[in-house]
């Protein structure tokens, strides 16, 4: 489980979908984001909104994952073209590879 300092930003798993029967496919699976206001004993978060309303109930840790900005380092490292061309060298790979199975097939089916 992962510790989130005071002033960090967290989601908030939607604990809804996980009871309603019908889980609907374009609700949001997690709320968000709001700011750790402290830790309880028991290990808990207190959370608030952006505009600085606290929440009434703690979150357990458990239902947080960290809230990572559009503009964090950690999504820049790549850009939309980098991604396409992994994916597009990966399919060809894939498609390379069952070819050159399927050669082997007909190979040793002949023998």
Request: charged share 30%; glycine share 4%.
């Amino acid at each position: 489980m992962d510790e989130y300092p005071k002033g960090s930003l967290v989601l908030v798993q939607n604990t809804w979908l996980e009871v309603s029967l019908n889980k609907f496919k374009l609700n949001p699976r997690y709320l968000g984001p709001f700011e750790v206001v402290s830790k309880t004993k028991r290990g808990n978060y207190i959370l608030k909104e952006l505009d600085g309303a606290v929440h009434s109930e703690p979150y357990a840790g458990f239902w947080l994952i960290q809230y990572i900005k559009r503009d964090n380092p950690l999504l820049q490292e790549y850009s939309l073209e980098d991604v396409i061309l992994e994916n597009q060298k990966a399919v060809s790979d894939s498609d390379s590879n069952s070819q050159s199975e399927m050669e082997e097939d007909d190979s040793e089916s002949s023998v």
